[in-house]
């Protein structure tokens, strides 16, 4: 947002809704551009996307907070952003992402194609059957509505199974809700509700409250439960004065049919027992029923979660009736579990994930019609042992049954499971694609085509957050912010890259690219030539692949590794092969090369251009760095040419003169070839895998100058020559063309 946006924003929300409400809404805006900037400078395994609105905690704290905290104590770390500030740029910072309730806007549309294009997974997590109208038609509250209510209500619906619909998998809390989600994605996972540590450790307090506490002396209470120890006694003066407690917990007016399902068995008790109590929480319609019993009905507005667990433990029966029908089917067994952690017993209609989760008569108790909901909350108003008891059972398995710490494993492998192979390419910068770099992101971009993804991960201080390639795109990742997401794979591309192998713990598999012999690459003395050789040898274990049988050689015999071998291409299609006459205008030469660079050897390419009449050849230099020395003849000097563009330049020329003496792989060459032209290049490893003398190329001993420049002219001269030479490096390029390597190339990373 620019300054003259959040400056007017800031005018408008003072102006219609005033100052308290702008404080609020400005600590929430500061609040996530902090959380924004931080998950921006971090790459981890999943993204949590809540569609739930935050005036309402409990969902979120189920399906949001929880499951990280699942996912966690599993060894999976996550974020989490509110649907309406998902940005699009966040897809290239975590492996998978999981939609929990949210409706379809246009930017989470965008998001999931883009997530798809990058071969990430998108989970979808949904706690109940809002997903179709199909389903929500069921809720009789829902008729009550007015007409534009019901009409917004109905399109939220809509929209959340559209969203729904995008995704590769669901998650969800039940059985019936699976049944029915798999109608619309081909793969649902149960992960039941559980309760967070913070929740245990709340029910926990309210226990030893009520258990503890309200029996101790003054001087017996530790100072730091002063506070606790006051509400504890107050409590347990209440209990004295009255009777056993029932309570109804609702969430929402959505809950009214299902109280009025136990409401003649719960009449039929206040009758019986005079000292009965009944407490209402939450939003409920108080059925004229109870009206002769108002002065035991208790009503209480809605808590926060945090104090829920102790206004559950004044309770001694926890009620939970549904209404049979489909939408209750598809319910969680939440409010079984709250009163279980406070060791108060549960009596719970018979369906559902009730019926699923609870033991009767050990865990909890079951019914079904007036009469069984009567006779047993009578046993349990007459019988303070056994409702002790049940709590007590019920306590102890939802402890280690429907917690966090315990109950993650199945959740992360399901994500791990479906979850696509991930695979980091380490590369020195993304400042000037050439060479190397090129050939990296070309087994990228294989790898991506494959189904992998794939990331860039950019150990330079200037990295873009996007590399765009052969038009595809790869997220880019500084190097400084991978610090907790699991990488399946990772590829060091340059000897500079290779400490990122070491120094990040969490990869499964490690590759090192090995392109050329870089501690050639320097002059002796040069300090960084002992950090290029100790990268031959690192400290843990990494499969070696190369692109030349040179490397792969040396490698071998000097260093003990063992490397797979692919050889490098190149894309025809990109080269318009381009006729050479040779009719009598200049011959144009293309030397090419950082004449900055020893090994490149570009003074040798200008002495023998100095033999050739000025009057018959031009002479074209291009350099990414370099700029011309003044002693050289350059009839035009092309500088920083960007790699798309390069083709180009080959098309213009006629031949090139090459003369490095050291190259990894030396693509000049046959680039030139998919262009059409011809070369005149000074062996050396880089290049003797495809050139060979007289047939694709013409090769001169290296120094030899005079050697180089007749060669020059014999191609100039000799029309057969040149049929010759065009044929074969007609068949040359057409060896080397990438959609013909591809299996290799994943044969290199182990994704064949």
Not at 234 to 259: C, I, M, P, W
Not at 273 to 300: D, F, I, K, M, Q
Not at 361 to 384: A, H, M, N, P, V
Not at 736 to 747: M, S, V
């Amino acid at each position: 947002m620019s300054v003259a946006d959040l400056a007017k924003k800031t005018v408008t929300t003072l102006r219609q809704e005033g100052m308290s409400r702008f404080i609020t809404k400005a600590k929430n805006y500061l609040r996530t551009a902090k959380r924004t900037k931080s998950q921006e400078q971090t790459y981890m395994d999943v993204l949590f996307i809540n569609g739930c609105d935050q005036s309402v905690p409990h969902p979120p704290r189920y399906r949001v907070t929880h499951q990280r905290e699942q996912l966690l104590a599993n060894g999976v770390d996550s974020h989490e952003v509110f649907y309406t500030e998902l940005q699009l740029d966040q897809v290239r910072n975590y492996r998978s992402f999981i939609f929990f309730r949210c409706p379809y806007t246009d930017t989470i549309g965008e998001f999931i194609k883009k997530a798809k294009e990058l071969n990430k997974t998108v989970f979808f997590d949904i706690d109940d059957l809002v997903v179709d109208t199909k389903y929500t038609d069921t809720i009789p509250f829902l008729a009550t509505l007015p007409e534009n209510e019901r009409k917004l209500y109905d399109d939220g619906v809509r929209r959340m199974g559209r969203t729904l619909q995008l995704c590769d998998a669901a998650i969800t809390t039940t059985e019936r809700l699976a049944t029915e989600l798999a109608h619309y994605v081909p793969k649902v996972y149960i992960n039941r509700n559980t309760a967070s540590e913070s929740m245990l450790r709340y029910s926990e307090d309210a226990v030893y409250a009520r258990d503890v506490l309200a029996y101790c002396a003054p001087e017996e209470v530790p100072k730091d439960k002063h506070r606790p120890y006051k509400l504890a006694l107050a409590q347990a003066e209440q209990r004295k004065k009255g009777g056993v407690r029932l309570a109804y917990f609702s969430g929402s007016l959505t809950h009214n049919d299902d109280f009025l399902l136990v409401l003649p068995a719960l009449v039929r008790l206040l009758e019986k027992y005079p000292t009965l109590e009944l407490h209402v929480v939450g939003e409920l319609n108080l059925p004229e029923a109870l009206e002769p019993y108002r002065s035991r009905v208790v009503a209480r507005p809605f808590v926060d979660w945090k104090m829920l667990p102790q206004l559950i433990a004044s309770v001694d029966i926890n009620l939970a009736p549904l209404e049979d029908g489909i939408f209750n089917e598809a319910k969680s067994e939440n409010k079984w579990v709250e009163a279980a952690l406070v060791k108060v017993p549960t009596v719970a209609s018979d369906m559902g994930a009730f019926a699923r989760m609870i033991q009767h008569g050990k865990t909890g108790y079951l019914c079904r019609g007036e009469e069984q909901w009567f006779e047993t909350l009578s046993g349990l108003i007459e019988d303070k042992a056994l409702r002790r008891r049940i709590g007590e059972q019920a306590y102890e398995y939802c402890k280690k049954h429907c917690t966090t710490i315990h109950t993650g494993r199945g959740l992360t492998e399901f994500i791990r499971q479906n979850q696509t192979p991930n695979i980091a390419f380490v590369l020195p910068s993304l400042q000037h694609i050439s060479g190397g770099i090129m050939v990296a992101l070309r087994h990228a971009l294989i790898l991506q085509q494959a189904g992998q993804d794939v990331m860039l991960v950019d150990v330079s201080r200037g990295a873009d957050r996007w590399c765009d390639f052969q038009g595809h795109s790869f997220p880019v990742v500084n190097a400084r912010e991978i610090k907790f997401g699991r990488l399946d794979k990772a590829v060091a591309t340059m000897w500079v890259t290779e400490a990122f192998l070491e120094k990040y713990a969490n990869i499964g598999q490690r590759y090192y690219l090995v392109q050329g012999y870089e501690t050639e690459f320097y002059e002796p003395a040069e300090t960084v030539r002992t950090g290029a050789n100790m990268s031959y040898a690192p400290h843990v274990p990494v499969q070696f692949v190369t692109i030349s049988k040179w490397c792969q050689n040396w490698l071998k015999e000097e260093y003990g590794q063992t490397a797979r071998y692919a050889p490098n291409g190149l894309e025809p299609g990109q080269f318009a092969a381009k006729e050479r006459t040779f009719d009598g205008e200049k011959v144009r030469i293309l030397i090419e090369g950082d004449c900055g660079v020893y090994y490149k050897n570009v003074d040798e390419s200008f002495r023998i251009v100095d033999l050739l009449d000025k009057d018959k050849y031009e002479i074209w230099y291009m350099s990414y760095n370099a700029k011309p020395k003044a002693h050289y003849r350059v009839d035009r000097f092309l500088h920083s040419v960007p790699y798309e563009q390069v083709a180009q330049v080959y098309g213009q020329c006629d031949i090139l003169l090459k003369s490095s003496f050291l190259e990894s792989f030396s693509y000049p060459p046959l680039e030139m070839m998919a262009s059409g032209g011809y070369s005149v290049v000074a062996p050396n490893d880089g290049n003797r895998e495809y050139l060979v003398d007289g047939e694709n190329c013409l090769l001169y001993p290296p120094g030899d100058v005079q050697a180089a420049a007749k060669a020059i002219e014999r191609i100039a001269k000799d029309a057969a020559l040149r049929q010759t030479l065009k044929s074969g490096g007609k068949k040359t390029v057409e060896s080397r063309d990438w959609e013909n390597l591809r299996q290799e190339i994943r044969a290199l990373y182990d994704c064949e």
